[in-house]
């Protein structure tokens, strides 16, 4: 059915309670820089060309406001606007001129058939300066949303949005976009959610620099340092201090379009080496999967832990 196709990943937008302690941790710990400001929104890039990677925007309470994808020129978010209205999805916004502090552009809103908030946009002002520092993100690379029907949202990117099967796994449907192995992926759960966002590294190095500053601010590892069977990327995963998931995350494997072949559960079920290739990480802490199921967006006590050792890092 697809003609026209999503061509990457760019950003997310966040809603948080608190937007200035938002922005101080995405800049002085995470790593991103604050580029424009406009209303109740703070754009935040990272050291790439990507016009900003986070948006962080002042609401009652957390929760994922959209996740950015690219279409290679106007015409494609006009043909991508239109197989969208064709399949007659929900929330489907005019096609728009975007906001100049947004880097500007040309692009739409949709709902997926769960109800998560996306949007795709051309034009997007890009960075002509790329930042030397290995330690802070390149980009935003994945994506990885919770869905009680894994199947029917992965065909929906599949046959709507064109992305690509890249790995199934008992627990998760990986899908690409451009070269890197997934972009996005969907993990089984009750409803729709953000799981987590993934934020690359130049190198390892960077990584585990990125991870020592977090480590530092009083963050902790809560699944990592380890190296993932699909998609072999080196990650550690974090728990930010609105209770979204966050992961630094470097190497992950570039498909070949024309001899990579998916690989089935069966074959990830019988893989050596989980959950890591290195035998190195063990499962994830219990904190960080009630936080990839959404369940630390409240305001549950153990992120105020956190926030009170980033406020003392901060000097505040
Ligand atoms: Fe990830």
């Known amino acids: 059915m697809t003609n026209a196709r999503i061509s990457g990943l760019r950003s997310v937008e966040l809603g948080v309670p608190d937007l200035n302690r938002s922005s101080d941790f995405y800049q002085k710990i995470w790593g991103l820089q604050d580029i424009a400001a406009e209303g109740d929104t703070i754009y935040l890039r990272g050291t790439g060309a990507e016009h900003h990677l986070v948006a962080l925007r002042q609401r009652p309470k ?27 999805v929900d929330g489907l916004t005019d096609l728009a001129e975007l906001p100049r ?27 002509g300066d790329v930042i030397s520092d290995r330690s802070r993100p390149t980009k935003l690379t994945h994506v990885v949303l919770n869905s009680a029907a894994i199947d029917e949202q992965t ?30 992926a969907f993990a089984r759960g009750n409803g729709a959610s953000l799981n987590h966002m993934a934020y690359e590294m130049a190198n390892f190095d960077g990584l585990m ?64 080496g989980r959950p890591c290739r290195w035998n190195m990480a063990g499962p994830p802490s219990n904190r960080l999967k009630a936080a990839m199921s959404g369940e630390l967006l409240e305001g549950a006590d153990e992120n105020l832990r956190c926030e009170e050792v980033m406020a003392r890092t901060l000097g505040r």
């Open 209 to 272: 620099r990125g991870a020592g500053r977090m480590k530092q601010a009083g963050f902790n590892i809560e699944w990592g340092v380890g190296r993932h069977g699909p998609g072999n990327n080196i990650f550690t995963y974090f728990v930010e201090p609105n209770g979204f998931v966050t992961e630094y995350t470097t190497e992950v494997e570039q498909v070949d379009e024309a001899t990579y072949v998916p690989n089935t559960a069966e074959y990830w079920r019988n893989f050596p």
């Open 155 to 184: 065909s929906f990117f599949k046959d709507l949005l064109g992305f690509r099967h890249s790995d199934s796994t008992d627990m998760m449907e990986f899908i690409r976009c451009c070269a890197d192995h997934h972009s996005i």
């Open 62 to 88: 957390a929760a994922l406001l959209a996740v950015n994808f690219s279409a290679s020129d106007r015409t494609a978010v006009a043909a991508l606007h239109g197989q969208a209205k064709g399949y007659g």
């Open 101 to 127: 502090a947004a880097g500007g552009g040309y692009g739409f809103r949709f709902r997926t058939p769960e109800g998560l908030p996306m949007a795709i946009s051309a034009d997007v002002a890009q960075h």
